[in-house]
């Protein structure tokens, strides 16, 4: 800050030489401490004195003898600046708060100017006190507040929601009463602004013309119920939705409001909130949901909404002694009118066959529904007992009994129905269906036409039957999973494979074990497709883990049909190509009865696999035929020793010495020896005592997925 000569602590200006210099000296130290710059011109616009502000643009030697006109060159206008000091000094009326734009280095700059005329003793005019105040940041912030105004009313007015505010006239005291809050809102909420999309809900031409309304006319926060929710809830409202009927010709309008009331002192004061119409998103979602729980051919109920309703109703029932029942359908023989007639023929069929079944629902509740296929149920939520169920099963199978018409064929269907009651058979969903199932295929397979589920149908397994079909459609639509147990060579104590384990999530019943699902595979013809699906994933993920720098191999089991199947060395070497994983590093597992099936197709495809660098390993070893002799003649470089002979090996003696006597034997042909079922560290010492080559157990680790196990290779302490 440059400082003003000394000469300069005195005014010179007349009215003030009435002062003696002490006083001259207060005033100018009242001036110095101004926020406002302030320059003292003669009645001719010369400047004569500048306080300590103005001195800190231009100092006053610079100034002092020069008019203000030379100053202020970057002003806007600095002539009319000019032209209206000289009008105050020769009018002797001031000009107050006067804005100016200046231009300083292409800086927008604004100042309040006041011009106060200074008079001498005879009330003559003898200069200017010119007070210029830097405004420049309120005129910004009057800007900003100006544009925000301006994209606030664009943004209200152009919305396609109604956008609304109501007031209170009197404030709500926010102290009563919910319901006493809710009367006088209803009362004194007036609508004090809004945009046009509201007033359209009005049938209003513009804003304008329902400003005012009150609330109870409204289309926003209409109804005591919504006004209740919005008290409850803290003076809020999150997407509430409410029926508005439309005009004579317009169907009723689903609208959706979100709200917050202004509570100032205890008082609610106003209520801004959104209103939109969602008609269009409401029909579509309820078309979709519509999609997603009927069948696109026959229109009825599918599995998701037949489960959903079951459910609900269960959850629901008002007492344990109300009986229902759930029927399911099979169709026989209607794979022959697709063969023979077309598969529209066949869809033409299911369609006529929806409206017949419901027609026989007509004097009682309940659901018809398609599973699928050839497969219906149909839900009786309310039966006098089992007896009518199976009236109603043969009513259903009556009217399938009429002739169809198909493409100008009449042909007749016949089907089988299975019977299951709630609650003294099943208790749950998954229980009902399955045991009607069950029952059903008896009722197939004894060609009763409707059957009743009883346990001596299914005496083995009650699942099973459920199961089959559940299984295709895992195999189908990739439903199964892989977990992995590690394998640890017992010289380096490190892991140096997996061995990859098949597993299926039931969506309904839960993780089914292997042995349930694996003998229904090789029952049937899903036995390869499910094993190709597991040899690829599994040597898939062996060529990720390894690519990842992991020096493991893969074990992969193989069944009888696997085996004998000549399709597998081709689909080997396919796999093994696509994801460039050396044959050395997959080993295929197969059990001793495996080999009595057919022991030469066995060995054929046997050798032609391993001609690919695969080995061949035994599992279960001793559990079965035991026989040395297909060792010699098979590519077998491993045998497993069963876990039911590892796991007892420290407490019986037998299976301690089958153990060792299994490991000397193999190595002397050659074979290393791999261990199952090590739980225990104290077994696992013992194999390395016995010299047993590797081990894998749930003391190693359990089977694992394969997000689990690619984190247990880099932190095990069993991990490279």
Same mark, same amino acid.
């Given at each position: 800050?440059?400082?003003p ?15 003696d210099?002490?006083?001259?000296a207060?005033l100018v ?10 320059y ?5 616009g ?14 006053f ?25 000289m009008?105050v ?6 000009s ?19 011009k106060?005329?200074?008079s ?6 003898v ?5 210029i105040l ?17 994209r ?10 109604a ?5 209170l ?7 009563l ?25 009005f ?8 400003i005012g309304?009150?609330?109870?006319r409204s289309?926003?926060?209409?109804g005591?119920?919504?006004v209740?929710t919005?008290?409850e ?11 508005r009927?439309g ?7 689903t609208m ?6 202004i509570?100032?002192n205890g008082f609610?004061?106003r ?19 519509y999609?997603?729980n009927?069948?696109?051919?026959t ?6 909404l037949l ?8 959850q629901?029932?008002?007492?344990q ?7 399911l ?21 299911l369609?006529?066959?929806g ?12 659901m018809?529904a398609?599973?699928?296929?050839d ?5 009786l939520?309310?039966i ?5 169920a199976?009236?109603?099963?043969h ?11 198909i493409?100008n064929?009449r ?12 609650? !003294?058979? /099943?208790?749950? %969903? @998954? ?5 009607? +199932? ?5 009722? &197939?397979?004894?060609l ?8 001596e ?7 099973r ?6 299984l295709?459609?895992a ?12 394998k640890?060579d017992m010289?380096?104590?490190k892991?140096?494979?997996?061995e ?10 839960g993780?089914?074990p ?14 390869y497709p499910m094993?190709?699906?597991?040899m690829e ?11 990842q720098?992991y020096?493991? !191999?893969? /074990?992969?089991n %193989? @069944? ?5 199947? +000549?399709?597998?060395?081709?689909e080997? &070497? ?5 994801y460039q ?7 295929m597992e ?7 099936v ?10 032609e696999?391993a001609?690919?660098?695969?080995v061949f ?10 026989s ?8 077998v ?13 420290l ?7 089958i ?8 190595h ?11 739980e225990?560290d104290?077994v696992?010492?013992r %194999?390395h005592?016995?010299d ?9 680790? &359990? ?8 984190q ?9």
């Amino acid at each position: 800050m440059v400082n003003p000569p000394k000469s300069h602590l005195l005014l010179d200006i007349a009215g003030f030489r009435q002062f003696d210099p002490t006083r001259q000296a207060e005033l100018v130290s009242i001036l110095n401490n101004m926020s406002a710059a302030i320059y003292y011109l003669d009645r001719w616009g010369v400047i004569s004195f500048t306080n300590r502000k103005a001195c800190q643009k231009h100092p006053f030697a610079e100034v002092k003898g020069k008019g203000f006109l030379e100053l202020i060159q970057h002003w806007a206008d600095p002539n009319e600046t000019q032209r209206e000091l000289m009008q105050v000094a020769r009018t002797g009326v001031p000009s107050r708060a006067v804005r100016e734009r200046t231009f300083e280095h292409g800086v927008e700059c604004w100042f309040s100017v006041d011009k106060l005329p200074v008079s001498d003793t005879e009330n003559q005019v003898v200069g200017v006190i010119l007070v210029i105040l830097d405004i420049t940041a309120d005129v910004e912030a009057e800007r900003a507040l100006r544009e925000s105004e301006a994209r606030y009313k664009a943004f209200i007015f152009n919305s396609a929601d109604a956008i609304w505010r109501y007031d209170l006239c009197p404030p709500v005291d926010t102290r009563l009463g919910i319901d006493t809050q809710v009367k006088q809102i209803l009362q004194r909420a007036l609508l004090a602004e809004c945009n046009d999309t509201l007033a359209a809900l009005f049938d209003a031409a513009n804003a304008d013309e329902v400003i005012g309304i009150p609330l109870h006319r409204s289309g926003s926060l209409s109804g005591r119920k919504h006004v209740s929710t919005f008290v409850e809830q803290g003076y809020k409202l999150d997407d509430s939705e409410f029926t508005r009927q439309g005009g004579s010709l317009d169907s009723p309008k689903t609208m959706q409001t979100t709200a917050i009331g202004i509570v100032e002192n205890g008082f609610l004061t106003r209520a801004w909130g959104i209103t939109r119409d969602i008609s269009s998103q409401k029909r579509n979602l309820d078309h979709m949901e519509y999609l997603a729980n009927h069948d696109s051919l026959t229109r009825l109920p599918n599995r998701t909404l037949l489960y959903s309703t079951v459910e609900n109703t269960l959850q629901n029932l008002p007492g344990q002694n109300r009986l229902m029942a759930l029927l399911l359908i099979d169709l026989d023989r209607f794979k022959e009118i697709n063969d023979t007639l077309g598969h529209r023929a066949g869809d033409s069929v299911l369609q006529q066959l929806g409206p017949r079944l419901e027609a026989e629902l007509s004097e009682m509740d309940g659901m018809v529904a398609r599973l699928g296929g050839d497969e219906f149920a149909i839900f009786l939520p309310r039966i006098r007992n089992s007896h009518q169920a199976v009236v109603m099963g043969h009513r259903f199978l009556d009217c399938l009994t009429e002739p169809f018409d198909i493409e100008n064929i009449r042909s007749e269907v016949s089907a089988s129905i299975g019977i299951s009651i709630y609650p !003294t058979q /099943a208790q749950d %969903l @998954s229980t009902l269906m399955r045991y009607a +199932d069950v029952a059903m295929y008896h009722a &197939k397979s004894a060609l009763k036409g409707v059957s009743v589920y009883d346990p001596e149908f299914d005496p083995h397994s009650p699942t099973r039957l459920e199961l089959v079909g559940a299984l295709r459609r895992a195999v189908r639509e990739e439903g199964l999973m892989l977990h992995f147990q590690p394998k640890i060579d017992m010289k380096s104590h490190k892991v140096y494979g997996f061995e990859a384990l098949l597993r299926w999530n039931h969506p309904v019943v839960g993780m089914v074990p292997p042995g349930e699902f694996i003998p229904i595979a090789e029952k049937s013809n899903m036995m390869y497709p499910m094993t190709c699906w597991v040899m690829e994933n599994a040597i898939k993920q062996c060529a990720i883990w390894r690519n990842q720098g992991y020096d493991i !191999t893969i /074990a992969i089991n %193989l @069944s009888a049909r696997n085996v004998t199947d +000549d399709r597998l060395p081709s689909e080997v &070497k396919k796999l093994l190509e696509r994801y460039q994983l050396s044959g050395k590093h997959v080993e295929m597992e197969i059990t001793e009865s495996v080999l009595l099936v057919d022991p030469k197709k066995a060995k054929q495809v046997m050798e032609e696999v391993a001609e690919l660098g695969v080995v061949f390993s035994v599992d279960d070893f001793g559990t079965g035929y035991s026989s040395l002799a297909y060792l010699k003649r098979l590519p077998v470089e491993t045998l497993k020793i069963d876990k039911s002979f590892v796991l007892g090996m420290l407490d019986d003696e037998q299976d301690e010495i089958i153990v060792n006597s299994t490991i000397n034997l193999a190595h002397n042909l050659g074979i290393k020896v791999v261990a199952e079922g090590v739980e225990t560290d104290d077994v696992y010492q013992r %194999l390395h005592l016995y010299d047993c080559d590797s081990v894998q157990g749930f003391f190693i680790a &359990k089977p694992m997925s394969i997000e689990v196990a690619s984190q247990w290779l880099g932190s095990s302490q069993w991990a490279f």
